[in-house]
């Protein structure tokens, strides 16, 4: 594993339910070996006007499609509240490549899921 669990704590700090999301983050990221955590300036302001530093999972998942494998670029923000709330999840695009959009997918990229909107955390 690239990043430890306790490098992954001391990322997630100030995260109500650190202990969860640490196993979480470590279950996915030996699952899906390309995603990374990234500690960053979540770009969506607050109520107040401020940015939050949140992290996200970040790096391309393979995903099939009509009998091909393709690695599809994501970025995962965990909010803080997480896992009481769900990831916001986008595909996001590359100079090489545009966003197919459709009913899971917006042509920003914003990925919409019945899985995060009808989002149960688990007890």
């Known amino acids: 594993l690239a990043m430890t669990e306790s490098q ?3 990322m997630l700090s100030k995260y109500k339910y650190q202990d969860l999301t640490v196993w979480e983050n470590v279950s996915v990221i030996t ?9 960053d300036s979540y770009a969506k302001p607050t109520s107040d006007g401020n940015s939050r530093e949140l992290m996200s999972l970040t ?3 393979p995903v099939p499609y009509r009998g091909n494998i393709y690695n599809i670029p994501i970025c995962l923000w965990l909010l803080d509240t997480y896992s009481y709330n769900p990831p916001i999840c986008f ?3 590359t100079s090489s490549m545009t966003i197919k959009t459709g009913k899971h997918v ?3 990229g914003n990925i919409y899921l ?4 009808e989002w149960k955390h688990i007890k």
């Open 8 to 10: 992954l704590k001391k």
């Open 59 to 61: 790096g391309t998942i």
């Open 106 to 108: 917006d042509s920003n």
């Open 114 to 117: 019945p899985y995060l909107h």
């Open 31 to 39: 699952l899906y070996k390309d995603l990374k955590p990234v500690l």
């Open 91 to 93: 595909v996001k695009s």
